[in-house]
């Protein structure tokens, strides 16, 4: 206990001689988390807003016309479509209802429905999937079917869809490493040069005979300290600055459809908090290496 007290006293001691060092450690571990955090939160986002366009991508199954099928080969082809793993929902659509469908979305062109005789749109079924990657193997089971007129689920779309959504995840991936790199590069050089300022202090108690780590636990706890408080303070505010935003853009922008539970609060403070201190003491550790060797 009396080595730990020791240490802490230090270490706080430490932070009040080299106020000018400390504050630009702290900014430094507070922009840095920042801008870390910010690409965590853009990440999320748009991870989300991703996955939402990919579940868009649906089978859209239009059953044969002459003649129709019966009442029980829909249901019994239904039953066996949402059993499949790889089915979330499978919806039935009858011809009147595409008939409807179509007169409410050409509701503007009265020309065009009247040029209409009868009802020439088939049954269908609508099939969204656990997984739109999926698409293409769920849609290759309707080959052959005898019920089956024709299955659409836009294939050279959904390809170009998921090959640009996969290219904007691995770019995002590579984004956060770089902002990560930064982050450590700026944090480390500055509590080295917050080490360096006080190198006098370390070389006399190096020649007076304390061990290294003696000499090293006061300036990790130190540099643990400012990483832990710049950490803090940048992910209270960039949280707080996104739970507003996104508050203030699903009220003025209703039409747009926001992903509010996107971004998993407690990780993105436990990665931000967590980087400020491994930061913090690795820092420190660095910066004293070369004047341990006195």
């Not at 996955?51 to 059953?63: A, C, N, P, W, Y």
């Not at 019966?70 to 239904?78: H, I, K, R, Y």
């Not at 269908?124 to 089956?148: K, T």
Request: overall charge negative.
């Amino acid at each position: 206990m009396g080595k730990i007290s020791f240490f802490l006293k230090e270490a706080f001691g430490s932070l009040k001689r080299n106020s000018f060092m400390t504050t630009a450690a702290l900014v430094t571990v507070f922009l840095s988390t920042f801008m870390l955090g910010g690409v965590l939160i853009f990440v999320f986002t748009t991870n989300a807003l991703l996955s939402e366009v990919e579940q868009k991508v649906q089978i859209t199954v239009f059953l044969k016309t002459d003649p129709d099928p019966t009442a029980d080969e829909v249901a019994s082809m239904q039953a066996e479509i949402a059993a499949w793993p790889e089915v979330k929902s499978c919806t039935y659509v009858s011809k009147e209802e595409a008939y409807e469908r179509m007169k409410r979305e050409y509701a503007d062109s009265p020309e065009l429905l009247e040029s209409i005789t009868g009802n020439p749109f088939p049954a269908s079924f609508e099939i969204a999937l656990v997984d739109p990657h999926s698409v293409g193997v769920v849609a290759a089971r309707f080959e052959g079917n005898p019920l089956v007129d024709e299955v659409r689920y836009g294939e050279e779309v959904a390809e170009k869809l998921f090959a640009l959504t996969a290219q904007a995840r691995n770019f995002m991936l590579i984004f956060i490493a770089l902002q990560g790199i930064v982050a450590i590069l700026l944090i480390s050089n500055t509590i080295r040069l917050s080490v360096f300022a006080r190198k006098q202090e370390v070389e006399i108690m190096k020649l007076v005979g304390a061990t290294n780590w003696f000499i090293r636990w006061p300036f990790v706890i130190e540099g643990v300290t400012v990483g832990l408080v710049g950490a803090a303070v940048a992910a209270g505010l960039l949280l707080w600055l996104n739970s507003y935003f996104l508050g203030r853009i699903s009220t003025s922008l209703s039409f747009l459809k926001m992903p509010m539970d996107a971004v998993p609060y407690v990780l993105v403070a436990a990665v931000l908090l967590g980087t400020g201190v491994f930061i913090g003491a690795l820092g420190s550790a660095i910066g004293l290496r070369r004047f341990l060797k006195v």
